[in-house]
C-alpha cells in the first residue's frame, strides 16, 4: 500500500464534508443516517470555513492523488469543548481505507510523535 501523510491543500478542504460523515458513529444494525445530516448545524462547525479560524489543521492520506483520509483539528465549542486554546479533533477514513493502520498513522503524525 502506497500511500503518504500530508497536510490538506486549500482546494482539498470540501472533501472534509464527505469525511465527516464517515466520521458518524453507526452501531451494528442500525440504518446509516441521511447524507443530509451533516448539514446540521451541530455537525456543520466542523467543516464550515474551514481553515480560516485559529487551531484549524489537518492531514490527509492520499494514495497518489486520492484522498482516503483525514484528521482535522479546529476550535470551537463543540461536545467536546474544553477551552478556547484546546482544539477539537476528528479523523475518519473511506471504509475500504479502514483496519490498515492509515489512521494510526494519521493520529501519530497529528500529535507529533512522528514526523511527516
Same mark, same amino acid.
Given at each position: @500500500?502506497?500511500?503518504? %501523510?500530508?497536510?490538506?491543500?486549500?482546494?482539498?478542504? #470540501?472533501?472534509?464534508?464527505? =469525511?465527516?460523515?464517515?466520521?458518524? =458513529?453507526?452501531?451494528? /444494525?442500525?440504518?446509516? #443516517?441521511?447524507?443530509?445530516?451533516?448539514? !446540521?448545524?451541530?455537525?456543520? @462547525?466542523?467543516?464550515? /470555513?474551514?481553515?480560516?479560524?485559529?487551531?484549524?489543521?489537518?492531514?490527509?492520506?492520499? =494514495?497518489?492523488?486520492? %484522498? &482516503? /483520509? &483525514?484528521?482535522? !483539528?479546529? %476550535? @470551537?465549542?463543540?461536545?467536546?469543548?474544553?477551552?478556547?486554546? !484546546? #482544539?477539537? =479533533?476528528? %479523523? +475518519?477514513?473511506?471504509?475500504?481505507?479502514?483496519?490498515?493502520?492509515? /489512521? +494510526?498513522?494519521?493520529?501519530?503524525?497529528?500529535?507529533?510523535?512522528?514526523?511527516?
Amino acid at each position: @500500500m502506497d500511500y503518504q %501523510i500530508r497536510e490538506i491543500r486549500k482546494s482539498e478542504y #470540501p472533501v472534509l464534508s464527505d =469525511f465527516l460523515y464517515e466520521a458518524i =458513529f453507526v452501531p451494528k /444494525g442500525i440504518a446509516l #443516517p441521511a447524507r443530509d445530516i451533516i448539514d !446540521t448545524p451541530e455537525l456543520r @462547525m466542523y467543516t464550515d /470555513g474551514f481553515g480560516t479560524r485559529k487551531g484549524d489543521n489537518c492531514l490527509a492520506a492520499d =494514495f497518489g492523488g486520492k %484522498i &482516503a /483520509g &483525514a484528521v482535522w !483539528t479546529r %476550535i @470551537m465549542e463543540d461536545y467536546s469543548h474544553v477551552d478556547d486554546e !484546546t #482544539p477539537s =479533533f476528528a %479523523i +475518519s477514513l473511506y471504509k475500504e481505507y479502514r483496519s490498515q493502520g492509515i /489512521g +494510526s498513522q494519521l493520529l501519530e503524525i497529528s500529535y507529533g510523535k512522528r514526523r511527516l
